[in-house]
């Protein structure tokens, strides 16, 4: 069955960096769009980007554009997210999500969301 597996959270000071890693199994990773989400502490789920299946069209929320970069491996069937910069406000739990057959692109709407993984603890903080 469909397992997201999401790593790479961890506490950072403003400023820092992290790269999240998504490891996946039980379908066809390499024709299919991702999505990484964040779920916020009192303030519920915000996408934030999305790739489509050879990797070579992005979408980015207006609060992270210019501060992540999401990318895949296809050959080991492997979402990655690269942050930058990283603020107190994007303290969240970062979950990685395989969208549904026909959703639209960008896929940002909840409920577009297949599957989504337990997610990975990202925490800015001095």
């Known amino acids: 069955q469909v397992q997201l597996v999401e790593s790479g959270g961890g506490v950072v000071p403003p400023g820092g960096s992290l790269t999240l890693s998504c490891t996946t199994s039980?379908?066809?990773?390499?024709?299919?769009?991702m999505t990484w989400l964040r779920h916020h502490p009192r303030r519920g789920i915000e996408w934030l980007s999305s790739?489509?299946?050879?990797?070579?069209?992005?979408a980015y929320a207006d609060s992270v554009k210019g501060r992540v970069t999401i990318a895949r491996d296809n050959a080991n069937s492997a979402l990655f997210l690269q942050m930058n910069d990283l603020r107190p406000d994007d303290t969240a739990v970062y979950r990685c999500a395989k969208p549904k057959t026909r959703s639209p692109w960008p896929p940002s709407g909840e409920y577009t969301w297949a599957y989504w993984g337990r997610g990975t603890q990202v925490t800015v903080s001095s």
């Open positions: 039980g379908f066809t990773f390499s024709t299919t769009p």
């Open positions: 790739i489509n299946s050879p990797g070579d069209d992005v």
